[in-house]
């Protein structure tokens, strides 16, 4: 039996278990002087002035909320094309989330459905507080539209770059915040760099960075000019707002800062596997990833559509036969409105048809920095013999 190829695995090479070594043989385990190494190393590749280490994405996407000052009676926006944590961090702070339909082209969240529903939403005076548009598979969304748009309604911007970081917009690397107020990276196994679990958020605000910082320990501050009242001592901090212990440790920060070393090396072998499924994948009856020109994937995903009606096969079995095949599909994304945690908020099946319409013919076949062309070969044969 040949080996099961999963669809995305982490790359982890000698240098990357040294830089991981040489902290659990220090003194210092938590967050520290590795982690100060990677955020730095993540700001200057991005161009960002901060960039401030989280235990994951998803405490990336609360934090960031809460110092935008999202809360009880403000609107968060998401694409229903992503995971579910996207949507989840404005619930975490109390607010409402609504979703806008997707570009079928791209799968980003697609900026004409968002200004319509933005001219809506300002005649009803319920406009969302903030955007949080997803990189999907790591092709950004058109963020000048994105911006502009943000100017004029007055909501802020939260990029969701959790697929996207080693991509480029605008010849601009993804996470230098000039389209937005904050960006978000995570560093989960499958995602392009990986700490193991953890995330990032990247931003140029510095009232923005002091909130980040304080949120993700505790809400606690040692600086004596942010403090109410006398100094007691050189122990004495104050628990200003109310935060939460979302550190990163240093021995997940060593593997980051060597894996970002290798981002550049990452992204170029995903890139030339992309290209390499566009041409051996191009006759048959399916749907290849698009490309809007101003874009440069970072390639965290490579979604397939099936052309359902050229083929006699239904997308399920599909699915069935290559999983059976070795090969290990996935589906990015259920649409986030049709869980039933969202149904049970009101939303329903048909609310956002074209992102539902996308549901029903996408599969994301393996790409990973690891995969071997002969890999990717029994892939497209697996393919071909199943489309037949
Ligand atoms: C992976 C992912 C997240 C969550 O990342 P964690 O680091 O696992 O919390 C959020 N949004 C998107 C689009 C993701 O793909």
């Known amino acids: 039996m040949t080996a099961f190829i999963p669809y995305g695995r982490q790359d982890i090479n000698a240098a990357d278990i040294q830089s991981v070594i040489e902290v659990l043989q220090s003194d210092w385990l938590t967050q520290g002087s590795a982690t100060v190494r990677f955020e730095q190393a993540v700001a200057e590749y991005c161009g960002a002035k901060y960039a401030i280490a989280v235990s994951s994405a998803t405490a990336a996407l609360h934090i960031a909320c809460l110092a935008l000052g999202l809360g009880e009676h403000d609107y968060l926006w998401t694409s229903p094309n992503t995971f579910v944590a996207s949507a ?5 702070c109390g607010a409402k989330v609504d979703f806008v339909d997707i570009d079928p082209n791209t799968y980003n969240l697609s900026i004409d459905q968002l200004e319509q529903k933005l001219s809506k939403a300002a005649q009803l005076r ?6 949080v548009p997803v990189h999907f598979a790591g092709q950004s969304c058109e963020m000048e539209k994105i911006l502009s748009l943000s100017q004029q309604y007055g909501f802020k911007v939260i990029e969701d770059a959790s697929h996207a970081i080693g991509g480029r917009y605008q010849n601009k690397a993804i996470g230098c915040c000039e ?15 990986t700490t193991g679990e953890g ?19 505790h809400g606690i501050t040692r600086n004596p000019d942010l403090m109410q009242g006398e100094v007691h001592g ?6 200003l707002e109310l935060g939460f212990n979302y550190r990163m440790t240093d021995i997940q920060a060593a593997l980051g800062a060597s894996q970002i070393q290798r981002l550049s090396e990452f992204v170029t072998r995903r890139r030339f596997l992309a290209q390499r499924y566009n041409h051996l994948l191009q006759n048959l ?4 990833p698009y490309q809007n020109i101003d874009t440069e994937s970072s390639w965290h995903l490579y979604v397939i559509r099936l052309n359902l009606d050229k083929i ?12 059976e095949a070795g090969i ?28 539902e319409m996308y549901y029903e013919s996408a599969i994301s076949i393996p790409l990973y920095y690891g995969l071997k062309e002969k890999e990717q070969d029994r892939i497209v044969a697996s393919l071909q013999g199943i489309l037949r």
């Open 199 to 217: 995330g990032m958020v990247l931003t140029n605000r510095d009232d923005l960075y002091e909130k980040l910082i304080r949120l993700r320990s």
């Open 328 to 355: 290990g599909v996935n589906l990015h994304y259920i649409p986030v409105h049709t869980h039933p945690y969202y149904q049970n908020l009101g939303f329903c099946w048909g609310d956002f048809p074209k992102s």
């Open 312 to 323: 006699s096969t239904t997308h399920c079995q599909v699915f069935e036969q290559l999983r």
């Open 126 to 131: 319920c406009l969302p507080k903030v955007l």
């Open 234 to 239: 050189a122990w004495y901090y104050q628990q």
């Open 179 to 193: 389209f937005s107020d904050l960006t978000v990276f995570s560093f989960h196994p499958v995602k392009i760099i």
């Open 88 to 92: 989840n961090c404005g619930l975490y």
């Open 285 to 288: 009856p399916l749907t290849l």
